[in-house]
T-cell receptor
Framework: NAGVTQTPKFQVLKTGQSMTLQCAQD?????MSWYRQDPGMGLRLIHY???????DQGEVPNGYNVSRSTTEDFPLRLLSAAPSQTSVYFC???????????????FGAGSRLTVL | DQQVKQNSPSLSVQEGRISILNCDYT??????FLWYKKYPAEGPTFLIS?????DKNEDGRFTVFLNKSAKHLSLHIVPSQPGDSAVYFC?????????FGGGTRLMVKP
């Protein structure tokens, strides 16, 4: 049982390049989400999905694209990278809603992205 | 505008003493509150939670208190241990989203 797996762990991009951060979970979780962590800002929600084929925007969706074609995978796409997207990105999943304590978000180890 | 705020970016306590981490929120629709702990180079891990209909929840050395009228919650760690040194995030659930505060870095000195 691998939990939530993110790849790559580190990535350096040039401004304007595109890339995809991969996220996979093997727990049959319906809910998946992407957060970014910036100093002093905590974790901010980018996009989330409540099931295959369903995605929605979080607090900071601009510049990012997501899709959910399978229950297991939830890739995050940067269409044209900007220095403001330099951050640590976390993918997280849960079996269902709400996040009550009995049901919680499980996080991956993170992907550190630097945009030059 | 941040709906969940942790006003203390850092806290230092002596081993064996109590650590108190605070969190304020603005959205009355939050129905669950959670605390996560994060070590460097790892993802956050769930620590403890509380429902909005309760005012206290305890799990071993960790206790969370909720004051709905003040829109304030706190995490108490007693006794604090060096292994508790980490960044602590409070989070609040409304609908399909979990909203996090900015985090407090706790340092427990031996």
């Amino acid at each position: 049982n691998a939990g939530v797996t993110q790849t790559p762990k580190f990535q350096v991009l040039k401004t304007g390049q595109s890339m995809t951060l991969q996220c996979a979970q093997d727990m049959n979780h319906e809910y998946m989400s992407w957060y970014r962590q910036d100093p002093g800002m905590g974790l901010r929600l980018i996009h989330y999905s409540v099931g295959a084929g369903i995605t929605d925007q979080g607090e900071v969706p601009n510049g990012y694209n997501v899709s959910r074609s399978t229950t297991e995978d939830f890739p995050l796409r940067l269409l044209s990278a900007a220095p403001s997207q330099t951050s640590v990105y976390f993918c997280a999943s849960s079996l269902t809603l709400p996040f009550s304590g009995a049901n919680v978000l499980t996080f991956g180890a993170g992907s550190r992205l630097t945009v030059l | 505008d941040q709906q969940v705020k942790q006003n203390s970016p850092s806290l230092s306590v002596q081993e064996g003493r109590i650590s108190i981490l605070n969190c304020d929120y603005t959205n009355s629709m939050f129905d669950y509150f959670l605390w996560y702990k994060k070590y460097p180079a790892e993802g956050p891990t769930f620590l403890i939670s509380i429902s909005s209909i309760k005012d206290k929840n305890e799990d071993g050395r960790f206790t969370v208190f909720l004051n709905k009228s003040a829109k304030h919650l706190s995490l108490h760690i007693v006794p604090s241990q060096p292994g508790d040194s980490a960044v602590y995030f409070c989070a609040a659930n409304a609908g399909n989203m979990l909203t996090f505060g900015g985090g407090t870095r706790l340092m427990v000195k031996p």
